[in-house]
């Protein structure tokens, strides 16, 4: 059974940068697709970036385009989510997720999940 466990995160200035770490136990993550996802207040979770489990091909979602890159360290078993230029709408608790599909980019195509961090961006 793959688990998730999730780093990093924290407060931060607008303009600020930030890093999330997902790392695998019970498996090998190089084999999962691994997504990013975030969910504000109110409002439903929403996947921002992913890596995709055949080729890593990568998928962001248009408001972190440019600003956010996903990666793997597969030495580490691990999945990063690089923030740059944050915003004060990105605000949110963020997860990452897994499974063995293709793609995991709306939470129905995850099987597992981390436990959240939290991100605030204020000034």
């Known amino acids: 059974q793959l688990q998730l466990v999730q780093s990093g995160g924290g407060s931060v200035q607008p303009g600020g940068s930030l890093r999330l770490s997902c790392a695998a136990s019970?498996?090998?993550?190089?084999?999962?697709?691994v997504g990013w996802f975030r969910q504000a207040p109110g409002k439903g979770r929403e996947g921002i970036a992913g890596?995709?489990?055949?080729?890593?091909?990568?998928y962001y979602e248009d408001s972190v385009k440019g600003r956010f890159s996903i990666s793997r360290d597969n030495a580490k078993n691990t999945v990063y989510l690089q923030m740059n230029s944050l915003k004060i709408e990105d605000t949110a608790v963020y997860y990452c997720?897994?499974?063995?599909?293709?793609?995991?980019?709306?939470?129905?195509?995850?099987?597992?999940w981390g436990q959240g961090t939290q991100v605030t961006v204020s000034s």
């Open positions: 997720a897994a499974d063995l599909n293709a793609w995991v980019v709306t939470p129905e195509m995850a099987r597992y």
């Open positions: 019970g498996g090998n993550l190089e084999n999962y697709a």
């Open positions: 890596i995709s489990s055949i080729d890593d091909k990568l």
